[in-house]
């Protein structure tokens, strides 16, 4: 529908001119705003613009924001938009950057919440990287598809549901990147999916698979966010992890990640994604004089609607 300018205002006798809601000063301007979005349908979607937009104006009033400084941060905006597509999402980098994505997953997914007979796992951010659909995969199977070099991994554990009983039938989606710290679609030698898989628990809830012990990796630096980082004086590098999305029918979706104890960064992670319960443990052995390693992961996933995230990337 083509919108439709609202009739004139006419001024009632005795009714304040249509001067007075037009703005006199920076403050004045607020109220005039909020007044114009205050007839919104949606409750939450008004308390919601409202108070992004108080935060907003404050933040321009305080700051005494130059047209410089303005014209600088649409620049960046336009950036975001710019470099986000078929490979990338950079929008989402700037709010795993900005610690926004890590405050939205630990806000909403406490671990041991409502009705957990036992601890749910801590939730961490989804990152740019996750596809939709990877390979479904039979229990013990490799995700390092082609020939991925590294240090064999193996990972098992046990999926809980919310009472605390191992689940069966629960699909475990991990990713990762590859030694080189790289994901599959960041990177034209590795095969697609390279680095994927969905495993589905057994009858006890146990899903197993094999990998190779991811790398620690830089988040892109080559787009809008890198030249913050870089203006901040902050390095990019993730600490070595595996992601891990866990879904059932009867749960929320638990979307997490596990950290390599000995990775170097693991204090200054720089989208904040670390938290003590989710640095594995990783175990390393040899086997025919190679080094390998194990790690053991439980998972525990808490009642809710079973609602996947928008992939960040096709
Ligand atoms: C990731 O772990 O895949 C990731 C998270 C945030 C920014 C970049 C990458
Ligand atoms: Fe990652």
């Not at 705003?33 to 308390?47: E, F, I, K, N």
């Not at 935060?55 to 014209?71: G, I, P, Q, S």
Request: aromatic share 6%; net charge negative.
């Amino acid at each position: 529908m083509t919108p439709q300018p609202p009739p004139p205002s006419r001024q009632a006798p005795g009714q304040p001119s249509a001067a007075a809601a037009l703005p006199t000063t920076p403050a004045s301007l607020l109220p005039l705003v909020l007044a114009a979005m205050a007839h919104t349908p949606d409750a939450r979607l008004r308390q919601l613009m409202a108070s992004l937009t108080t935060h907003l104006h404050r933040f321009v009033l305080d700051n005494a924001v130059t047209e410089a400084e303005f014209e600088r941060a649409v620049q960046f905006l336009i950036g975001l938009g710019q470099n986000t597509g078929e490979h990338k999402n950079e929008v989402i980098l700037a709010a795993d950057l900005l610690g926004v994505s890590t405050l939205v997953a630990l806000m909403n997914n406490p671990a041991g919440g409502p009705g957990a007979a036992d601890a749910a796992s801590h939730a961490a951010l989804l990152g740019p990287f996750w596809r939709r659909d990877a390979p479904v995969c039979a229990r013990g199977e490799s995700i390092a598809r082609g020939d991925t070099p590294g240090t064999p991994l193996q990972v098992s554990g046990t999926v809980h549901g919310s009472d605390g009983a191992p689940l069966a039938g629960a699909t475990v989606d991990v990713w990762q990147a590859s030694p080189v710290g790289l994901y599959e679609n960041q990177d034209p030698t590795q095969p697609d999916m390279n680095l994927r898989g969905r495993f589905l628990t057994d009858a006890q809830g146990r899903y197993e698979l094999r990998t190779v012990l991811p790398a620690g990796y830089p988040v892109p630096t080559d787009g809008p966010c890198g030249e913050l980082l870089q203006a901040q004086r902050r390095h990019p590098f993730r600490p070595a992890h595996l992601h891990f999305m866990v879904s059932h029918p009867a749960h929320k979706v638990l979307v997490t990640q596990v950290f390599a104890d000995d990775a170097q960064t693991l204090a200054s992670d720089p989208v904040f994604g670390v938290t003590a319960p989710l640095v594995g443990r990783f175990e390393r052995f040899e086997q025919d004089g190679q080094p390998h390693a194990r790690l053991s992961h439980d998972l525990h996933l808490s009642a809710g609607a079973c609602v996947f995230p928008h992939p960040p990337i096709p």
